[in-house]
């Protein structure tokens, strides 16, 4: 049913939802091929007082909301989280990011996604995945 | 070595990190006994553009935060996440949040954290753990 | 509704699953105040030729059973895991195992449940969280 | 450094440790390339006394070895895990398995690998990741 899917609205409803308009997210990719988004660095982002290094959660956020981007672009619809993990691979000290999501597994009642992010030289920061209900 | 520890500096520290002040948060507790922090609402955290649902990244943030000041106020400095699972038990509207940190297990190479995050009536919303690498 | 449960029937169907016959679990432990577990050494839990320590996947199945064996002493009935995390705590070379169950959150359609590990002399090997779907 | 890896070392080492042996684990791959193993069933691995479904705690042993397995063919020795997660994707009435395992990033100190575990028809069954201590 993909190509019933609404990939421009997908993309709208991804790009104007406050925490993603606070982020600066742009969905870069949406279709039945992929999804990558990009987010520009803020001063924010930082998770020390001395600014070393980017916060965990906002890489956590990443992951999640790039996961379930995949599956909007797989099943046409967003879906709640039930839980996510996320792994950190590289400290960074502040910049901007590029992350892509896959539908791992499409299930009746539980889809489960995963993410990359990345730099943008290519080096993995973090990757994850999470559980998501399929529910009515 | 608790006695050691200077936790008005650990809570300074908390507070001023850039992405913490965006958030708006305080520690209300953070000693030998235990750690607790609170967040306002702010209409950023929202997921959608209809605005329903707090944003999955803001409590998997929350998460990770609270478990590293826990382990800030048991060792005497915040660690660097390696991975972190959160949990989502509770769709919300847009609520403030009280969260609580716990350290699981403090080893010598991997220290273990929890974190409860409530609104403020007292439901949990979402909870989980991470693993903390405690290297030099 | 917790006094409808038939708590010696949920430890006997606990005891007589296949693969926990095999382990040699014994359930000590299944009422309204929680559950508990106790499963003895067996050499087939070496995760090594030189047989050092202990596989993960014992401590992850541990973890799962009494995970589950909480929301059973619960609810009424165990559920099917959706997912599942275990962190390993402590490397140990060969021990009887005593094990705790909690519900952490009996959603309607999710169940999140978590479990800790012990040693016979009490210290720590591993502690865990699941979800579990509540479907009918 | 792989040219220097033992590759049918570390296939020993796997097929022969205890708890490999029990489950009738073999080594179909294990080189530059990639790892993969298969499982027979065993009786064992049912989780109700009235057998229906596999247990998720055999599944979660396999994404736990498979994923170390990934690892030992990437830097020539398997690791302890830190903590795992494992999904499961469909329940099962009993069937052998195939897994491969691969590393998503052979960090200095953390090495994250992950794995899928099908049946034989190439469904999946379950997929999962564990963080890894490359520690000495």
Redesign the interface.
């Known amino acids: 049913m993909s190509d019933a899917i609404d990939y421009a609205e997908i993309i ?2 991804y790009e ?4 993603h ?2 982020m600066g997210l742009k969905v870069t990719r949406a279709d039945a091929g992929g999804v990558e988004v990009t987010i520009p660095w803020r ?7 001395r ?1 070393v ?1 980017m ?4 890489l ?3 992951v ?2 790039v996961a ?1 981007l995949a599956i909007a672009a797989k099943i046409g619809r967003a879906l ?12 960074n000290p502040g910049t901007a990011m590029r992350a892509t999501g896959d539908v ?2 499409a ?1 009746r ?2 889809v ?1 996604a995963e993410a990359h992010v990345f730099d943008m030289a290519g080096n ?1 920061l973090a ?5 998501y ?1 399929n ?1 009515r």
Do not use: C, M, N
């Open positions: 709208r409803d104007e939802t406050p925490f308009i606070w001063d924010e982002f930082y998770a020390q007082k600014r290094y916060h965990g959660g906002v956590a956020s990443v999640d909301l379930d709640p989280t039930i839980d996510l993990r996320t792994d950190y691979h590289r400290a791992i597994k299930g009642t539980i489960t993995l990757s994850g995945r999470g559980a209900l529910a």
